[in-house]
């Protein structure tokens, strides 16, 4: 099973709004990772925020992170149409071997 | 170059062939995994080299798969016998604490 449930599945909003996803995660973590990906291409990593920290801001990405109920948000501001792609959260698991992805969410911006 | 290079980025092939990937990690980061990826999933683990050493492996890894990272640089993943099922985007990251992916290489099993 996936370590991070991402949340909405699917999320689909004017250029110009604000994009908000979840993500949720089972096990204790050192460190959650916010990774993006265009169709059909690698992922790319946007952001890490450590387990002492409870809110990162990379440009126009903001990160919080929620150790108490195993969540964090990502939340991109004055979204663009190349945001379009889907966005994954991952931790690193089996005693810190082993980076485990959620489902993601598929993030659509129109113009 | 500083990324993660993996090749071929495409690779077509007839059922029960063998292909062999190729993944060249960032050069100081000893961490490397491989993760497999079918359409609308995230990545799935299927394996994880610390220096060359093989620590895990997914169930996932049937023994029609291979992987190996001599000298603990590059890694290969080999799948033998090819099957339809087979057909994914294989993809590679290597890590000191942030894992930085490689652009996948798409297998298609005609």
């Known amino acids: 099973s996936q370590q991070g449930e991402e949340d909405p599945q699917a999320l689909s909003i004017q250029e110009g709004e604000n994009a908000t996803m979840n993500c949720s995660y089972k096990t204790s973590i050192n460190n959650l990772q916010w990774y993006r990906q265009n169709s059909g291409r690698g992922l790319v990593h946007l952001i890490l925020i450590r387990s002492n920290e409870r809110e990162k801001h990379s440009g126009r990405l903001r990160v919080t992170l929620d150790t108490s109920k195993k969540s964090s948000s990502l939340l991109i501001t004055a979204s663009r149409a190349a945001d379009t792609a889907s966005y994954f959260c991952a931790t690193f698991t089996g005693g810190g071997n082993k980076l485990t992805f959620g489902t993601g969410t598929q993030l659509k911006v129109e113009l | 170059d500083t990324g993660v290079s993996q090749n071929p980025r495409h690779k077509i092939t007839k059922r029960g062939q063998n292909v062999t990937f190729r993944c060249d990690p960032i050069s100081e980061h000893n961490r490397l995994y491989w993760y497999r990826q079918t359409l609308g999933q995230g990545p799935e683990f299927l394996t994880y080299?610390?220096?060359?050493?093989?620590?895990?492996k997914s169930r996932l890894l049937s023994d029609r798969f291979s992987a190996e990272r001599p000298k603990g640089s590059f890694s290969t993943l080999e799948i033998q016998r090819t099957e339809q099922g087979d057909s994914a985007m294989y993809l590679c990251?290597?890590?000191?604490?942030?894992?930085?992916f490689g652009q996948g290489t798409r297998l298609t099993v005609v």
């Open positions: 990251a290597s890590s000191l604490s942030e894992a930085f």
């Open positions: 080299f610390q220096n060359e050493a093989q620590l895990e």
